[in-house]
C-alpha cells in the first residue's frame, strides 16, 4: 500500500520541523520533497506554471473586488456587487491555499497545493451557484435584493477564510492535502491554537465559507445543494480520516476527539440512511479501500469500496443467474438487520447456481467418454 494517499489535511498537527528544513535547495521550485506528497499531473508542475496560475488568480481577484467595492455597475442587470465579491473571494481561496503551503509548510508545495484539480464536480458547483445568480437577476430581480443576507454571507466567507488559513499554519509543516496511511516521523498531534477549539477545522472553514458564498449570492437552491452536498462530503472524510490518527496517536487522539467538536452541524443525519448497510464494514476496514486520489474525491473512496464489494456479489448472482436458478427476493431488506439474511441468501442462490454448473459439467465429461469409448 502506498505510504502517501490523500491527507490528513485537517488533522490536529503540530509544527515539528520547520518547512525550510526541508525546502528544495531551488528557492523557486516547485516539486514537493515530503514523502507524503504527490502531484496529479493534471497541470504543468512548474515555476512558468505557478506563476501564471498566481497571476491569473490576481486578475480574477483584482476585477472581483473593483466589482464588489464600486457597489455594482449602474444599468447593469448582473454585473452586481455579490457577484463580485463571490468571484474574488473564489480567486483569494486558491491563491491562499497554495500561498499558506509555500509560506508554512514548503516541502508539500506544488502547483496542486492551488487546489484549481479539484475535479469536475467542484467547478461545477460553482458554475451553477454563478448559473443560478444570472438567471435569477434575470427573471426575479428582487430576488437580489435583501442586502442584509449578502451581509451576512460576506461576514461569514471572511470569517470561514480566516479560520481554514489560520489552521493551516497552526499545522505548519503537518498540513498537507495528502492522506497519509503511515504515521511520519515528524507528525504531532497538537491540542493548542485553533485546534484546541474545534476538531478539522480547515474542514469546517471550508464548510461555512461555501455556504457564505451561497448567502453572498442570495441563492437558496444553490445554498441548499451546497449545505448537504458538503456536509455529506466532510461526514465521510472526518470519520475515514480519523480511523488512520487513531491508529497513528491512540488514546490521545480518542480523548481529544471526545473532548473537542468539529463545529459542522449534525443535521443530515437522515441522508445517510442509504449508506449504513455498507458504512458498517466501510468502518472496520477503511485503511484498505482509499486509492491513491485527490481530496475532492476523498468520499468516492467511501462510494467506491462500497460498490466493490457490492459489486463481487452483483458478479455472483448474475453468474448463477446465467447458470439458471432463480433469484431469491432479498433486495428489499430495509434496515442493517437484514444485511446478513441477505447476503446468505444470495450466497446460497450463487452456490447452488455453481454446483448445478459442476454437474452438468461432470455430465457431459461422462458423455463424451462413453462417446469416445463406443
Known sequence: MSSSKRASASASTASAPTSSQNAPSNGLETVPTSKATQTFDTLPNTP????????LLGITFSLGSVLFLIGGIDGSWWARY???????????????????????????????????????QYHMAHSFAVTEFIVTCWF????KSETGISVIGIVMTLAAQALRSTA???????FAHTVASEKLDDHRLVTTGVYAWMRH???????????????????????VI????????????????????????????KEYKKRVGTWIPDIFIPLLVEHCYFYFWVSTDFEHCIPNRPLHLAHQNVV?????????????????????????NTNYAKTL??????????????TAGNMRVRKEKSAARLAERQEAKA
Not at 493551516?168 to 503537518?174: E, K, P, R, T, V
Not at 449545505?227 to 490521545?252: H, K, P, Q, T
Not at 438487520?337 to 450463487?350: E, G, H, I, P, T
Open 48 to 55: 512558468l506554471a505557478s506563476s501564471l496560475v498566481a497571476f
Open 82 to 120: 455579490q457577484l463580485g465579491f463571490f468571484v474574488a473571494a473564489w480567486a483569494c481561496f486558491h491563491w491562499a491555499e497554495f500561498a499558506v503551503t509555500a509560506g508554512w509548510n514548503r516541502e508539500k508545495a506544488s502547483i496542486d497545493s492551488y487546489l484549481l484539480n479539484n475535479g469536475p
Open 140 to 143: 426575479f430581480p428582487k430576488l
Open 168 to 174: 493551516m499554519i497552526h499545522a505548519s509543516s503537518n
Open 201 to 223: 477545522p480547515s474542514y469546517t472553514g471550508f464548510f461555512f465559507w461555501g455556504l457564505g458564498t451561497q448567502l453572498v449570492l442570495q441563492n437558496p437552491v444553490s445554498f
Open 226 to 253: 451546497y449545505a448537504v452536498v458538503l456536509w455529506r462530503f466532510f461526514y465521510f472524510r472526518i470519520r475515514g480520516e480519523e480511523m488512520f490518527l487513531i491508529r497513528f496517536f491512540g488514546d490521545d487522539y
Open 304 to 328: 467506491v469500496m462500497a460498490k466493490s464489494k457490492n459489486h463481487t456479489n452483483h458478479n455472483q448472482i448474475r453468474k448463477a443467474h446465467r447458470n439458471g436458478i432463480k433469484k431469491p
Open 337 to 350: 438487520r437484514f444485511r446478513n439474511a441477505k447476503l446468505r441468501a444470495n450466497q446460497k442462490y450463487v
